[in-house]
């Protein structure tokens, strides 16, 4: 039998391996849910944007298999990006945001060429709170004033679907793609993940480049895959890292990631894995049917045979942490991004977003733009000694204060948190962190749980996430057809 939307990465490789199927076919086969599903029936509307030249990349890559044979497990497998992820090619670039609606990029980010290399199809872009959640105070998750509304394929106007990597994460819970990719800065990967009952990894800060990717903190930034399965994000993982000149941060990942982490995937990856279980979030975040389905699956990874270290704190979860970083960082960030635009583009600068949105107010400004004001409002050269204060503090808390502590003090393999309740401090932190579905709630909401470890420990992340999501089995497709 063929394999279908919801199969992995490798079963759509060993179909065509076998000439059962092609990237062509499994490219309109996408395509046609697409069109089915994303602008009208649920209306998903996760789709901003379809690579034109899709197919034919398809059809090249499917000679090339023929000629001189794969180049590896993402050969012809169609991917999804965030629109915030530039590609130097007929796809616009643009945040979400209408000022940006017209605007291409002058080249591949590193993740789109890395991509490319790996043969992967790059499908189309794919729609995001705008400017990744950092435009206004009160937007909803999903929103963008380019693209509108993303809805939950699991409820579409009942649940969350999560800011704000919302389309990546409905798109592939609907099955639009094999797998897409997010941006995360604190949740926008982890959050909608967990809402969509999707694998995330929300990796170390530096093991992925940010070359080209639309900013808000170059401290806490990162892309990150999107998938059905932990053995997919492993493998997207794996294409997407390297050292990058024109990325500093990425010099701290030599020889610290891996090209492939499939060697990771172990069934009984958690066998005396030592995990702290983060409880006091229960009461603010999570509902009695989320505590439930989280003691749920405290008992499966006991039954696996890890060792729970119950109710451990860290110790500065309650810290008053510095909120100044990411408006002074999102300035400087954005305009140095709009610097690398072709000089055709009339957006320059964050001031000139502001103004933009300002002169077309109904169409721009739906939710207003206090964020980008108030970034506005900065120097742009990050002196000011609150920015200063605040970065130094919130690393402090976070690092040695916070998750380097409670790891050490338990001899930890990593924390579990229920649904994403961590990712601010392991953000903060620039520490990885992954979700894997843990069920339903009795409404259909899905719940997940979520690995947080120190810095480049991905693969022993992959590995636990691996194990648990193999011995609990629990992610079920959403019914597009009601």
């Known amino acids: 039998m063929l394999p279908n939307h919801e199969s992995t990465i490798l079963e759509w490789q060993a ?25 009208q029936g649920l209306t998903i509307n996760a789709i901003c944007e379809i690579n034109p030249d899709a197919l034919a990349i398809a059809e090249a890559l499917d000679r090339e298999r023929i000629v001189s044979g794969s180049r590896g497990p993402l050969h012809g497998i169609p991917i999804l990006l965030k629109d915030n992820i530039a590609t130097g090619d007929c796809m616009h670039t643009s945040a979400g945001a209408l000022a940006l609606a017209d605007s291409y990029a002058s080249a591949d980010s590193f993740v789109a060429a890395r991509l490319r290399e790996a043969g992967a199809v790059l499908l189309g872009k794919t729609n995001l709170t705008e400017w990744a959640n950092f435009m206004s105070d009160h937007m909803p998750n999903g929103y963008s004033s380019r693209g509108g509304q993303v809805q939950n394929p699991y409820g579409p106007g009942i649940f969350d679907v999560g800011g704000s990597s919302s389309g990546s994460a409905a798109a592939v819970a609907a099955g639009f ?35 080209g990717i639309i900013p808000i903190s170059h401290t806490q930034d990162t892309a990150g895959p999107m998938t059905r399965t932990v053995s997919d994000a492993a493998i997207v993982l794996g294409a997407l890292t390297g050292v990058d000149v024109s990325d500093p941060v990425t010099g701290k990942s030599e020889g610290l990631g891996y090209t492939d982490y499939r060697s990771f995937l172990d069934r009984d990856g958690l066998r005396a894995a030592r995990i702290g279980v983060i409880r006091s979030h229960f009461q603010a975040e999570c509902d009695a049917d989320e505590i439930q389905l989280f003691e749920a699956a405290i008992a499966q ?39 690398t635009l072709p000089a055709s ?52 808390m976070s690092q040695a ?82």
């Open 177 to 211: 793609a094999v797998a897409a990719i997010g941006t995360e800065t604190s949740g926008s990967i982890l959050y909608p993940s967990v809402q969509n009952s999707l694998v995330g990894i929300k990796p170390t800060v530096g093991l992925i480049s940010r070359s």
């Open 401 to 482: 204060g916070g998750i380097d502590a409670v790891i050490k003090e338990h001899s930890l393999d990593a924390l579990l948190f229920p649904g994403c309740t961590g990712d601010e401090i392991a953000a903060r932190a620039g520490y990885p962190s992954i979700t894997v579905p843990a069920g339903y709630t009795s409404t259909g909401k899905p719940f997940g749980i979520m690995f947080t470890g120190l810095a480049f420990q991905e693969h022993v992340l992959i590995r636990l996430a691996y194990a648990y999501e193999q011995a609990s089995q629990l992610r079920v497709a959403p019914n597009l057809t009601s």
């Open 301 to 339: 990874l006991k039954e696996a045979g890890a060792i729970l270290i119950d109710s451990v704190t860290i110790p500065s979860e309650n810290a008053a942490w510095g909120r100044s970083v990411l408006l002074h960082e999102f300035k400087s960030g954005v305009n140095a991004y709009l610097r």
């Open 15 to 39: 179909a065509m391996d076998e000439k059962t199927t092609t990237s062509r076919e499994l490219t309109i086969g996408f395509l046609k849910r697409i069109a089915a599903h994303d602008k």
């Open 345 to 396: 583009s009339p957006i320059r600068t964050l001031k000139d977003v502001i103004e933009f949105n300002r002169a077309h107010e109904e169409q721009a400004l739906r939710y207003g733009q206090s964020l980008l004001e108030s970034s506005e409002q900065t120097s742009g050269t990050l002196t000011e000694p609150e920015y200063l204060q605040d970065l130094l503090f919130n690393l402090e």
